[in-house]
């Protein structure tokens, strides 16, 4: 009878492997090290800055980082605003888009219907 129900504590150790190999990072970032990225977050902050460091949570080390402001109307438009922050952490949860800074530009939304005047 004292066997009943002892045998689920052994498969543990496998589970604790497992989650070990998939600490992996989806994004290899290292080419970017020491060169300008641009970070959107949720809630539609930006910041630019040069990557000093990251890891496979997608924390990032910025520095000399800027910070695009926002409209204060529409939250999720840009003005032409900017804050220096310096060195920043910022936290990977609350990173949603990562690209370099050389070579991009911004375009028009092509969804957007054009209103005839």
Do not use: H, W
Not at 29 to 44: A, N
Not at 75 to 83: A, G, N, P, V
């Amino acid at each position: 009878m004292a066997s009943v129900g002892g045998g689920g504590g052994g498969g543990a150790g496998k589970m604790a492997d497992k989650e070990k190999k998939k600490k992996e990072s989806i994004l290899d970032l290292s080419k970017y090290i020491d060169k300008t990225i641009r970070v959107k977050f949720q809630g539609g902050r930006e910041a630019s800055g040069v990557l000093k460091g990251f890891d496979p949570l997608l924390n990032l080390v910025l520095d000399g980082t800027i910070e695009y402001m926002r409209d204060p109307d529409d939250q999720y438009k840009l003005t032409e605003d900017t804050r220096q922050l310096g060195l920043v952490v910022c936290r990977g949860t609350s990173v949603v888009l990562i690209c370099p800074q050389d070579g991009m530009e911004a375009i028009p939304n092509p969804f957007i219907q054009q209103q005839d005047g």
